[in-house]
């Protein structure tokens, strides 16, 4: 592909209260999945994969550290050559909110005017696969359409209230949108995933720029692929909709199956993320490991069963880790046991202590939370 044909727009999140603590100082974006990897390294790789080397990312402007510090120049996806352009832009208002600033759109309208590119691919972060750009985006100019987005068939207990689910006829195309109580089938949900064209794209957008209360671009996309039935492209890889903490965590349960974790790792494309050069894990003769994934620089010296560690945990000796997600730099003292958990990064978890959550609540440990006793919920 052209390098200039193509320019991409990622989306932050709507707003997602139920994501608890893990997003009150970072975006869901920048959540870390499966052990070394965060949730926009999917989105990146993605567009890497398709050859689009032009990317402008809009965030909340209170909570973007966290994602220069991961994306920096951009190297792993090919955006810090001569011909590559990468943007992030901010916004004040809440992730909850559907309505925005005055510099919102004007920013993200100046970018698209001056890549001059011929389609535009929009992302939303909060959708987890490795999808095949390439096939959407030939899809859309062999049917001569204006936009085409791309759906996902979900059960209802996968839904939120903020997603979007379309009722698609015979033919492909998008003629409205379903309703999430009426069925306990399969639904097709808009994995907000788009192919807009540039110059078309820039005519709505400035049309609603100009209203008094202006949506954010995601809110607009959605209301354009009904207007204009849109031509509808199924995803029928592994895809995860992360909007919640059970759902996070599930995400990454899933990862320990090795059939969910090859289809989106070892499909035709590859998934990119900031490397680190640090030594592997190491595992003492005394540990015991069962059905886990670890991430480099660890020491294991206890018990971790169906759980994935990030790099530079220590799980000393007597300490069991059991289906539970550590964050980098977390540590398990001697005899503790972590259970049905999410731990964020850097949590030092005391000499005896127990942390246990179920499946379908699992406990979040926030960063920063200082573990003074027993924590079951």
């Not at 209260?17 to 070394?36: E, H």
């Not at 890497?48 to 402007?61: T, W």
Request: proline share 3%; charged share 25%; aromatic share 10%.
């Amino acid at each position: 592909m052209k390098i200039d044909k193509y320019s991409a727009i990622l989306g932050n999140t709507v707003g997602y209260p139920d994501m608890g603590s893990l997003t009150d100082n970072r975006p869901l974006a920048s959540l870390p999945f499966d052990g070394k990897y965060r949730l926009i390294d999917f989105q990146l790789s993605s567009l890497a994969n398709a050859g689009i080397r032009s990317i402008y990312g809009i965030f909340r402007g209170q909570n973007i550290r966290s994602i220069f510090d991961h994306i920096r120049s951009g190297r792993e996806w090919g955006l810090n050559t001569l011909l590559s352009h990468y943007f992030l832009g901010f916004y004040n208002t809440s992730d909850e909110s559907e309505v925005v600033d005055a510099d919102y759109y004007e920013q993200i309208l100046n970018y698209l005017k001056r890549a001059g590119s011929d389609q535009t691919v929009y992302m939303s972060c909060d959708i987890l696969c490795n999808i095949n750009l390439q096939q959407v985006i030939h899809l859309h100019n062999a049917n001569k359409r204006n936009i085409t987005v791309v759906y996902k068939k979900m059960m209802k207990s996968d839904f939120s209230p903020a997603n979007e689910l379309l009722k698609i006829d015979e033919t492909d195309k998008v003629v409205g949108k379903s309703d999430i109580e009426t069925t306990d089938e399969p639904v097709p949900m808009s994995a907000d995933i788009y192919v807009v064209n540039t110059p078309w794209l820039i005519e709505k957008m400035e049309e609603e720029a100009k209203k008094e209360h202006p949506r954010k671009i995601r809110f607009l996309l959605r209301e354009l692929i009904v207007d204009e039935n849109a031509l509808a492209f199924e995803h029928t890889g592994y895809l995860s909709n992360i909007c919640s903490i059970k759902s996070y965590y599930q995400a990454n349960m899933d990862m320990l199956d090795p059939q969910k974790f090859y289809a989106l790792f070892y499909g035709n494309q590859k998934v990119y993320t900031k490397v680190k050069n640090e030594e592997s894990t190491y595992f003492a003769r005394e540990s015991v490991v069962k059905n886990s994934q670890f991430a480099s620089g660890s020491v294991v010296q206890g018990k971790v069963e169906h759980s994935i560690v990030s790099r530079s945990c220590h799980v000393e000796e007597g300490a069991e880790v059991q289906s539970s997600v550590l964050f980098p730099k977390v540590s398990v003292g001697q005899g503790a046991t972590v259970a049905y958990a999410v731990v964020d990064k850097g949590v030092s978890i005391p000499e005896g202590v127990t942390l246990k959550g179920s499946p379908e609540n699992p406990l979040v440990i926030g960063k920063g939370q200082k573990i003074t006793g027993d924590i079951i919920q």
